[in-house]
């Protein structure tokens, strides 16, 4: 038996395993690229978003 034939017979035959898994992989594929982008855009823009700059005005106020 080759791989695609388990493949079918596990995931594609049934409807509602069909919709399943696409539903699952959408789901996987959102959270996965939304997390990436996130890292691109963090890499991209260092040292320039509060996260970074905020350490500067949290102990400029403490002393204050």
């Given at each position: 038996?080759s791989f695609s ?24 594929f959102g959270i ?20 970074d700059i905020r ?10």
């Open positions: 038996m034939t388990t493949l079918y017979n596990t995931f594609f035959r049934r409807n509602s395993m069909f919709v399943g898994t696409i539903f699952a992989g959408a789901f996987a996965g690229f939304d997390v990436g982008v996130t890292s691109f855009f963090d890499r991209w823009n260092r040292g320039k978003q509060w996260q350490h500067k005005y949290v102990e400029a106020a403490e002393e204050e």
